[in-house]
């Protein structure tokens, strides 16, 4: 069911997907469609995937679903926000298959054929994981895939266990307090979590990602939660594919959230879309006459 809300040009439409692996559970989501009154069969839609302790219009997201070209789709995972759950800080997979959901649910309801995911820090492991699964299928239709602040070493998250070392003994789990959509969330993450979170197997990426595909990465150099190294080795990974292309982007002044910075992504975003359309994408560092800047 959806509730329907003018904003701008554009229609915006709250919308609650059943689950069909959790019983009583809705994945809850905003649709933005620039031609409401089009048919949306075989039109282009956008995937915008939150990150940890996030939620569909944090940081940059909604901002950058209100400005894009083209009709998207954000969304809760299970356990954040709107979205009923337990949250967990591994268990990846249960975040595939919410958006393997969120994705069967838009073909059969509306027609969308799904173009291009936007995905951080956890959403864009996210992504990657359903994009090298399903490439011969729902897939294969993606063009773009936008990895922001996007982990690659999995097992570098003990190093955050190994700092909090004396709670994690002490209390049999660590505490991390956030607020989210402006309510105080607590999250406990346990030796399990951390396990669990290590485990995934972010190497696909070298054999299992389709090669068509035009990535950019866009990573901020203060970074302390995912290493600014981790973008180097995903420039590495996308960069030796044909004849998809790989854009690397490092901004100097930003943190792992882009904090106070939400234009440099959505900006970068916008214009490196339109450098696709105009067939000017190569791969290499970031370069555009918008800031004549790297």
């Known amino acids: 069911m959806s509730s329907a809300a003018e904003n701008t040009s554009k229609k915006t439409t709250k919308v609650t997907i059943p689950h069909t692996v959790e019983q009583g559970t809705t994945i809850t989501g905003v649709l933005e469609q620039v031609a409401p009154e089009e048919p949306s069969q075989g039109r282009r839609i956008a995937l915008i995937l939150h990150g940890a302790m996030g939620h569909k219009d944090y940081l940059f997201q909604k901002r950058l679903a209100q400005r894009l070209p083209i009709d998207s789709f954000r969304f809760d995972f299970r356990g954040n926000h709107e979205t009923p759950g337990i949250w967990k800080y591994g268990h990846f997979l249960d975040d595939v298959a919410d958006l393997e959901i969120v994705v069967a649910y838009l073909q059969k309801e509306y027609g969308y054929v799904i173009d291009m995911l936007v ?119 996308y960069g030796a594919r044909s004849p998809g292309t790989h854009t690397l982007r490092y901004v100097e002044e930003a943190d792992h959230n882009f904090t106070g910075m939400p234009d440099e992504v959505n900006d970068t975003i916008l214009e490196w879309m339109a450098q696709q359309e105009r067939n000017e994408l190569t791969t290499g560092l970031w370069h555009t006459g918008l800031r004549n800047k790297l």
């Open 119 to 237: 995905g951080h820090s956890r959403g864009s492991v996210v992504s990657l994981l359903w994009i090298c699964k399903h490439r011969d299928g729902d897939a294969k239709t993606v063009r773009r895939y936008v990895n922001v602040s996007g982990r690659y070493r999995m097992t570098k998250v003990y190093d955050d266990m190994n700092a909090n070392k004396e709670q994690l003994e002490r209390q049999g789990f660590i505490e991390r307090r956030a607020t989210v959509a402006r309510k105080p969330f607590v999250a406990r993450i346990t030796k399990e979590d951390y396990d669990s979170f290590a485990s995934v197997d972010t190497s696909i990426a070298w054999t299992q990602f389709p090669a068509s595909i035009d990535v950019l990465t866009l990573h901020g150099l203060r970074d302390a939660v995912v290493p600014p190294y981790d973008a180097f080795i995903f420039g590495r990974i």
